[in-house]
């Protein structure tokens, strides 16, 4: 069936639910989180430093990994672009306006 996410109110970690369940017992902490029927939307990103998936609410501008601590860069879809590095053709994402991006892998400075 269809599932929905949220974050465990005692312990922050990730739980996954059924659609129309009103509580979520976190199988970790026991803390039972109620589901609000409207809550808040959720978006996702790539930890820079762990590469652990990060769940936060949309719109915060930084999200902070409880793995390793790593302050992360938050920003909308409407906020970043991509383009193909010019050395080794891997896909970069970049901040609306900036003039150039480095690859992290092979160094190369793309010009926007």
Known sequence: GAQSQLICSGCRTLLIYPHGATNVRCALCSCITPVSPQGPEMAQLVCG???TLLLYIRGA???QCSCCHTVNVAMD???IAHVNCGGCSTTLVYAFGAQSVKC???QY???I
């Open 61 to 63: 501008t930084s999200v």
């Open 77 to 79: 879809a409407n906020q």
């Open 109 to 111: 400075i793309t010009p």
């Open 104 to 106: 992290a892998l092979c």
């Open 49 to 51: 430093g762990c590469r």
